[in-house]
């Protein structure tokens, strides 16, 4: 699955053009390298987002093309903030 639809569907952020241009601008890493937003996820990688002064980083457990908003936090596993 794309990175930017992964962060879309996954809901870490909302608009697929938003994780696009965020991708695009080298804000998220992959597995500590700077990603684009056609870079392809696999389970067991780690994506660090940088969201102006505070940092996410998670491991994808799980990739679906749709999910309910309910589920969305199914999709990864934080580890840290």
Do not use: P, Q
């Amino acid at each position: 699955m794309r990175l930017d639809k992964y962060l879309k569907v996954s809901r870490i952020i909302k608009r697929r053009t938003v994780a696009k241009d965020a991708t695009n601008g080298g804000i998220v890493l992959v597995n500590g390298k700077e990603a684009k937003a056609s870079t392809k996820l696999k389970v067991g990688d780690i994506l660090d987002i940088t969201f102006g002064e505070r940092s996410l980083k998670v491991r994808v457990t799980d990739l679906k093309d749709t999910t309910k908003k309910e589920e969305a936090s199914n999709l990864y596993e934080v580890i840290s903030e």
